[in-house]
């Protein structure tokens, strides 16, 4: 999942400062799309921009992932459906050890483990299959493969959990009327996602599918495999994206060979590219949940394209969806505990991670992993903050002290 | 790096400040819940998320109207248990801002007169003589008989609906708090804005307006429990013996789920039909030749405008499709001679025997009666044409008019105690209850005796000791000695529980299981005569005696349980009017004290786990209370309920096989059946075929050497099933008992099989056996089919018969059989025959013949082509019982390993299997029986 | 898609397909189209076509939600009177009501 | 649980309107204020983990909150200062990389900034899960005040200590420019002398005076805050 990409702002910068038409479609396309291949002799005054435009360009993926984690905290904390346990508890197929299934080995953790090893290897098969479809130009295929989960993702899950917010608030619901809006919202969600659409529009469907993805996660996870997984994902992440044979990154390297931009399908970029395919990265985590890591990672989609549309200020730092998806996992697992003080420091936790990602983007200009450090210490402050601050906080609200 | 762990693990559980506000109070199954039936909804509700309010005391009706007239805000009232009645539940239910309702109860303020129930119980379900009867002008159009108030006192207070909860308090400390918070409030209801103490009630039920709609919705499921059937010996079917049924009820009504004693309502009259049970038993021990057959029943659902009785008299009746099948025969309502009722006792003084039609039979048993009249029981016939009380002999006369019935009870012209229905309803200390509970059922008995054999028994009698352990059982406290005995006997692991038994009959209860174990333990047959030895204690040779192994002897028992839920929701008819169509919400309840300032009491607020459970259905019916927040248990539990009908109840099944009862009308297989009777007196089974086989007799099966022939239930022999086979429809056509409509495509005539010509009288004159047994054969062999398949396809033929309303007759048994071999093959076997494949088979019969043969088969049976194992396994023993009737039994020999390989009887673990899986779900006394009644296939694979 | 870098045909194919899409029963994708081009419609210089299709969105747009608008408020006012088929046609019937 | 939303809304708003207002007015302008604003945030949770573990570590700490608090706010004015050193240093290194002084990270607007993340997250762990507690039927009352809830005094003390952080951050940022080690020492007593003033609530004294004292400090640190940084009332009473 290569998280981050910074497009080459240098180049951003000015053209519009001098806001000449931009250049021939190769080179531009090349520099905006490729980071490695920054000229090193930018001189300050970019790196300057840059810095102004890195912060903007931060901040317009701080402000929806927090909307993203946000739409996940209330859906948990008020569809009581996530944060209690369905009887029976139904899990995912790829976690075949758990309490249900009879075959369970002894103790958690190791169930958990094991779940994770499969996961992750479902993972790096679906990446590997992504990588080997986009090196042999099976464009199609997956385009095909992308617009059917999405297809999915838009109609089932949102019929799933409209329902599951109608028996939250008990009130009656025929299936005329729940039929009506499901095929509304999945259809405009197919429209802008795969065609083209109000920018606003399609980045609010990719928050929501990236809302419900996580959803789905926290709901169907054994309680155990889902932390496991979360460590191992962002494990991964780093090894696929910086490893000189990760899938990712070989991914990343063939669309510089090609020349075209790694088609930001399963990204959301902080300003609108020609992203006729943009956006289906949750798809595929839907289509195959445990997907969602391979699925967030930059993916080939048909180079057809309009080029001479590019624009320069459609250049921007671009997050994969899979980051939106484990990120709000964390912080929604943070949410089924009954305490708001760990969601807030997950929260707190995942946007310093992801600031301090950037930062470091901003220096080695090169694709990085967007997991690793956000998920680490979010996970680090979950545990300090459940099992000791908390403890400490309820005694201070009990008696009123304040520090 | 331990203790660090130790200290995050500690100070993980800090108070929070939800702890501090809330203190949840969990009432156990104290309060009051919902019930619908076909046109209404009674007991309380609440809103979904809870009703809160302030903690109002309230001390007298009067008080409720003075402090309610000006108060705004919504309130909890707190009142004394005593006070709660129609007037000031009235009261409350008009005030707008009520919020919920506690009661506080109080053991010194005990009401002596307080009666819920409606002023004619039952009515609406009563028989009545004829319509004038009806008395339209009593309160709430009770049909109370000719303006006979049987229950004087009752303020129908049950049957009121409140949109609000109700919760009793009994715990000292539940008291403290409410009451302490109920007081603060009082004190300082003066000072606005000072902080008032509330409350935050939540019992929410999820039925709504009806049964109809609630069955529909599947948020209530009908009340009922079970009927239990004591015989004394197994009935012979041949032997027309009349039957004198001895019925008690056993339930009685409740208001809040689990204070129903209902012990001058039900609970003397149960404990003397036990007593009754063992008394009769001595008697049958002494002498062997009753020649009347006795059944004890015990009914529930009574309370419940008598679902139990009239599902009873709905089995009894042959016309409908629903016969009771017990153990090993079948009861019509023919049979009954008379039916004997203990109506409501408290005081044992005075008994009035009402006659339900005073005739001659009704005539003798008031004489039999009035001779035992003591100086401490006196028997009284009530004047003819006094109207008779509610009971459940109504039931039975609506069913049949004809049946002479007789209630005996202690209320004359009206019902003896004040308290009937509600939860005060205890025993009032009364003097030497043992005593004259023994007299009572000693006399009882020495009637029955009487009334069957024509003199006296002497010798019935029970031991006072008995008496008083049957009464400390049911009316003091279950956890007694005689449930504990006869739970190590048949080594249960149920543990009993610690209070008293609640007779709220519910969707199910444990109560009929503790009824089936004691009356079992009474009536047990020591068998140790006829069987050989305890190894060979099971079904074959115990004749019709269900088989039991206590503490290395064989026992045999006919101890029978059905369903009691009312008939009603077996046709679906969820509005009926005739009968009762109870059902019970479920529910998820809750309550909570809030607003506290310095209530420190460290109590997890159930408001989550409760929000659990109405995610789990019927969490709250589950028989013992302390498994309520274990759900694992109520997963299982819907689907372990019809386990339950068919396991713990093999009676209670839908398809019951109608072979037999056909068998049983043929006198000619009576007069054979009866002869080896007399041969195989004593012998391992009713008959062995050929009278050559004494010596074999003496073979008896141990750990080393297991005698066995090649027939079991997981590998029939396929000669000796069709043989079988071939009887059951040789039977079949020949006690038809009408000659039913014909249908087009399952005629001969129209459709040959053959190419020669029908003979004319087809249709007229019968098969014999061996002709049929021909053409199955043919079929089977040519077609190569296994046993199995003759077993299914009987079943479909008799599914046929039952759905489509026919009868196998000359003109059509031989369709309908190929078209249930058809179906079976297919079903059965993996690659199964093709329909061609038959025309090859009999010749000349076109394969679009067999085509809509099949299809109109499919569609008679309504395409319900699935067997239930259970259902398999019974054909499978019936087969063989007819078999050994008419000596078609395979010759037995020693079981070696390669037969032993060949026979695979794996039906045995799997029945263990089953068994382990019921313990770790079902109610853990439903399991000494799943004991009994299980190890009957099992041992039956070993024959 | 950014209109302002649009060209007027394709302005016009936009917005002309958003409006076939939002034919079968889709609303939502009309209401959007309108406030995509709403500035496009009523700008001085709009193009008439677009300004054609929005029209026409926004009155089928109000067309079908009154529809809606109608059957949710007679099925909700409606349902415990259909009894069995009230139920039937629910996804989902409330507990403990009606 | 029925929700009822009214006290928890006004108690939302008590506790946090100012904050937000503030935000809105400072750092939601620009991207690197908003990040600054987290950082800071951050920056307050660590201090609080800090505590945290030493309230673990040390068992006895656990009964005693004062000594908790203590240590608290110690470890709070300490990653203060460290932060606003380490927001220093990158400012100096990126004005070394830009020509032109564009300052990213410089001025009061950006002390105000950080003051007020850490105002924010503190009142947040402070007062949050009271809040949620609000939105339920039942109400709590300490045994000091039977009149007024602890959902009101929590609001009003959790924006309370927001504005007295916001000045602390000005502050103590002026104090390590200006290397003036009193007015470090005074941002940590004033700090240290606000959260003593609630340990009367846990002693059982009504919340009130508790308050108030703090809202009078707060009125002193502004206004001093205020002179400091060249503020001038004019322009509020000016009539345009």
């Keep these: ?403 | 790096m331990l203790p660090f762990f130790y200290v995050l693990i500690t100070s993980a559980y800090s108070n929070t400040l939800n702890d501090n506000i809330y203190t949840s109070i969990d009432f156990g199954r104290d309060y009051c819940f919902r019930l619908n039936n076909f046109n209404s909804q009674i007991g309380c509700q609440t809103s979904r998320d809870g009703d809160s309010g302030i903690l109002l005391q309230l001390h007298s009706a009067e008080d409720i109207e003075n402090t309610l007239k000006d108060l705004e805000e919504p309130f909890i009232a707190v009142l004394d248990a005593s006070i709660f009645n129609n007037i000031t539940a009235l009261k409350l239910k008009q005030h707008s801002k009520t919020r919920g309702l506690l009661l506080i109860e109080n053991e010194e303020s005990k009401v002596d007169s307080f009666s819920p129930e409606k002023t004619c119980p039952g009515n609406g379900f009563n028989y009545l003589e004829n319509v004038t009867d009806v008395d339209v002008s009593a309160p709430h159009q009770s049909q109370c008989i000719r303006k006979q108030l049987w229950n004087p006192k009752g303020n129908w207070l049950s049957y009121d609906d409140f949109p609000f909860g109700i919760f009793l308090i009994k715990s000292k400390s539940q008291k403290e708090i409410i009451l302490s918070k109920a007081q603060a409030n009082i004190e300082n209801y003066s000072l606005k804005p000072y902080p008032l103490w509330g409350g935050e009630v939540r019992s929410f039920m999820k039925s709504a307006q009806n049964t109809e709609t609630c069955i529909r919705r599947g948020t209530c499921d009908p009340l009922g429990g079970y009927n239990v059937h004591v015989n004394l010996i197994p009935r012979d079917e041949e032997s027309k013996k009349p039957i004198i049924l001895l019925i008690a009820k056993t339930d009685s009504t409740a208001f809040f789920k689990e204070l129903s004693f209902g012990e001058q309502d039900s609970g003397v009259s149960t404990a003397v039909l036990l007593a009754v049970i063992k008394a009769l038993s001595k008697v049958r021990d002494e002498n062997d030749d009753l020649k009347a057959d006795i059944m004890i029943t015990f009914l529930q659902g009574e309370s419940f405008d008598y679902s139990g009785s009239q599902r009873l008299a709905y089995q009894l009746n042959p016309l409908m499709n629903d016969t009771l099948q017990l153990r090993s025969f079948s009861l019509t309502i023919d049979d009954i001679m008379c039916v004997i009722e203990l109506g409501p006792i408290s005081t044992l003084k005075d008994l009035y025997l009402y006659p339900a039609k005073s005739n001659g039979m009704t005539k003798k048993i008031e004489e039999f009666f009035a001779s035992y009249n003591s100086s401490n029981i006196q028997f009284h016939a009530v004047e003819p044409g006094t109207p008779l009380p509610p009971s459940s002999i109504h039931s039975f006369l609506r069913e049949n008019e004809a049946i002479p019935c007789i209630l005996l009870t202690d209320g004359h012209d009206n019902i003896q105690s004040n308290v009937f229905g509600s939860r005060y309803d205890t025993l009032n200390n009364n003097e030497n209850l043992v005593s004259r509970v023994k007299d009572l059922s000693e006399i009882i008995a020495k009637v029955t005796v009487q009334l069957s054999n024509g003199t006296g028994a002497s010798h019935a009698e029970v031991p006072e000791s008995l008496v008083s352990e049957v009464l400390d059982c049911f009316l003091v406290n279950l956890n007694c000695t005689l449930l504990r005995r006869i739970g190590n006997q048949f080594n249960s692991t149920a543990n009993l529980p610690n209070s008293t038994l609640s007779r709220y009959s519910g969707v199910r209860n444990s109560f009929a299981v503790y009824l089936r174990n004691i009356s079992l333990d009474f009536s047990m047959k020591d068998l140790s005569k006829i069987v050989p030895s305890v190894e060979k204690c099971n079904a074959t040779y115990t004749q019709n005696w269900a088989p039991i192994i206590v503490n290395d002897t064989c026992f045999g028992y006919v101890v029978n349980s059905s369903s009691a839920t009312s008939p009603a929701f077996k046709l679906k008819d969820y509005s009926s009017t005739k009968y009762s169509t109870w059902t019970e919400s479920r529910w998820s309840p809750n309550f909570r004290i809030m607003g506290s300032c310095c209530s420190r009491q460290k109590k997890s607020r159930k408001g989550k786990v409760v929000y659990e459970y109405d995610k789990v259905p019927d969490s709250f019916h589950s028989p013992d209370s302390q498994n309520k927040a274990n759900q694992q248990l109520h997963i299982q539990h819907i689907s372990e309920r019809d386990v339950v009908s068919q396991d713990l109840l093999p009676d209670d099944q839908e398809n019951g096989t109608m072979f037999l009862r056909r068998i049983t009308m043929d006198e000619g297989s009576l007069r054979r059946s009866l002869k080896n009777r007399h041969r195989g007196k004593g012998s391992l089974s009713s008959d062995r075929g050929s009278p050559s086989t004494p010596c074999q007799l003496q073979k008896a099966n141990s750990c080393s050497t297991i005698f066995i022939d090649d027939n079991t239930v997981s590998q029939p022999n396929l000669r000796a099933t069709l043989k079988c086979v071939s009887l059951a429809i040789y039977y079949h056509i020949k006690n038809r008992d009408k000659e039913s409509e014909f249908v087009d495509i399952l005629d001969e005539k129209r459709h040959p099989l053959t190419k020669q010509p029908v003979p004319s009288d087809y249709a007229r004159n019968d098969p014999p056996n061996n002709y049929i047994y021909r053409f199955i054969k043919n079929l089977f062999v040519s077609a190569q089919l296994t046993a199995e398949c003759a077993i299914i396809s009987l079943i479909y033929i008799e599914r046929l018969l039952v759905c489509a309303d026919i009868c196998l007759q000359p003109s059509n048994w031989k369709r309908i059989v190929l078209g249930a071999i058809l179906l079976a093959s297919k079903v059965w076997d993996d690659q199964a025959v093709w329909n061609v494949d038959y025309c090859q088979i009999l010749k000349d019969m076109v394969v679009e013949d067999v085509n809509e043969l099949e299809r109109v088969f499919l569609e008679l049976i309504q395409f319900n082509i699935n067997v239930q194992q259970s259902a398999y396994a019974k054909y499978y023993f019936d087969l063989r019982s007819i078999a050994e009737q008419h000596g078609l039994t395979l010759p037995i020999d020693t079981l070696d390993k390669k037969r032993a390989k060949k026979l695979e009887a794996r039906s045995q673990n799997e029945e263990y299997d089953k068994l382990a899986e019921m313990v770790e779900s079902g109610p853990v006394k439903a399991i000494s029986l799943e004991n009994l009644s299980k190890r009957r296939p099992s041992a039956a694979v070993i024959s | 898609m950014n209109l302002r870098r649009a060209s007027p045909e394709e302005k016009i194919n936009v917005c002309r397909k958003y409006f076939l899409a939002g034919l079968p029963l889709l609303p939502w994708v009309w209401i959007v189209n309108v406030l995509w081009f709403w500035r496009e419609a009523t700008k001085p210089d709009h193009i008439p076509e677009v300004r054609k299709y929005v029209m026409y969105s926004a009155i089928g747009a109000l067309a079908y939600l009154t529809v809606f608008g109608t059957w949710v408020g007679v099925y909700q006012s409606q349902r415990v009177a259909w009894g069995a088929l009230g139920d039937r046609i629910s996804i989902f019937v409330p507990d403990g009501e009606p | 649980m029925a929700v009822n939303w009214l006290p928890f809304i006004g108690c939302l708003s008590i506790a946090f309107g100012p904050s937000v207002t503030l935000f809105l007015c400072t750092a939601a302008k620009e991207a690197q204020g908003v990040i600054l604003l987290i950082t800071s945030a951050f920056f307050w949770l660590l201090s609080l983990l800090l505590t945290s573990l030493v309230w673990l570590a040390v068992v006895p700490l656990r009964k005693h909150l004062a000594l908790t608090l203590v240590f608290s706010v110690l470890f709070q004015e300490a990653l203060r200062v460290v932060f606003v050193l380490l927001v220093k240093k990158t400012d100096v290194a990126l004005s070394r990389i830009s020509r032109e002084t564009t300052d990213l990270f410089h001025g009061p607007r950006y002390s105000v900034i950080a003051g007020l993340g850490y105002g924010v997250m503190s009142a947040m762990f402070m007062y949050v899960n009271v809040l949620s507690e609000a939105s339920g039927p039942g109400t709590y009352y300490t045994p000091g005040s039977p009149s007024m809830p602890i959902f009101v005094s929590g609001a009003l003390q959790a924006s309370v200590m927001t504005g007295l952080h916001v000045c602390w951050g000005l502050l103590c940022s002026e104090g390590l420019e200006k290397r003036s080690w009193p007015l470090l020492a005074s941002v940590t007593l004033s700090h240290m002398l606000v959260s003593c003033l609630t340990l009367m609530n846990e002693a059982g004294i009504s919340p009130i005076y508790a308050i108030v004292c703090s809202y009078l400090i707060l009125a002193v640190i502004g206004t001093f805050t205020f002179k400091r940084f060249g503020g001038n009332i004019k322009p509020f009473f000016k009539i345009q």
């Design chain 1, 1 to 403: 999942m290569s998280g981050i990409r910074m497009s080459s702002v240098a180049v951003t910068a000015e053209n519009c400062e001098n806001g000449e038409p931009q250049a021939p479609e190769e080179s531009h396309q090349g520099q905006a799309n490729i980071p490695e291949i920054v000229e090193p002799e930018d001189d300050d005054a970019e790196e300057q921009e840059m810095l102004k435009y890195g912060a903007k360009h931060v901040m317009m993926l701080i402000v929806p992932v927090s909307l993203c984690m946000i739409i996940v905290i209330f859906a948990i904390r008020i569809i009581t459906m996530y944060d209690q346990v369905s009887q029976p508890q139904v899990y995912l197929v790829y976690t075949p050890f758990n309490d249900q299934t009879k075959k369970t080995t002894g103790s958690p953790i190791s169930d958990a483990v094991l779940n994770m090893l499969i996961v992750l290897g479902l993972v790096i098969f679906m990446t590997c299959v992504l990588v080997l479809l986009y090196k042999y130009r099976c464009y199609k295929v997956i385009e095909g493969w992308l617009f059917l989960s999405s297809l999915i993702l838009l109609f089932m899950f949102t019929g799933l959990n409209l329902h599951e917010i109608v028996m939250r608030f008990n009130f009656a619901m025929d299936y005329i009327t729940i039929s009506l809006i499901v095929w509304n919202f999945g259809v405009m969600g197919i429209i802008s996602v795969h065609w083209k659409g109000p920018l606003i529009v399609q980045q609010g469907y990719l928050l929501i599918i990236s809302a419900m993805m996580a959803l789905v996660f926290i709901k169907y996870l054994p309680e155990w495999t889902l932390w496991f997984i979360l460590g191992g994902i962002a494990v991964y992440d780093l090894f696929a994206v910086l490893c000189p044979k990760g899938p990712l990154r070989i991914l990343v390297e063939t669309a510089e060979e090609r020349n075209e931009p790694i088609f930001p399908s399963l990204i959301y970029s902080s300003t609108m590219m020609w992203t006729i395919t943009m956006a289906e990265g949750d798809p595929v985590s839907s289509y195959n949940p445990l997907n969602s890591s391979s699925s967030s990672s930059a993916q080939g989609s048909p180079p057809a394209r309009p080029q001479p549309e590019m624009e320069p200020e459609e250049q921007g730092v671009k997050l994969g969806l899979g980051d939106f998806i484990f990120y709000s996992v964390l912080v929604g697992k943070a949410a089924t505990a009954d305490d708001w003080n760990t969601v807030m420091a997950c929260f707190v936790a995942i946007l310093i991670g992801l600031c301090l990602t950037l930062l470091i983007l901003a220096i080695v200009k090169k694709a990085l992993p967007a997991l690793p450090i956000s998920i680490f210490v979010g996970i680090i402050f979950y545990v300090c903050t459940r099992w000791c601050i908390k403890p400490m906080c309820d005694q201070m609200a009990l008696s009123q002290v304040y520090v």
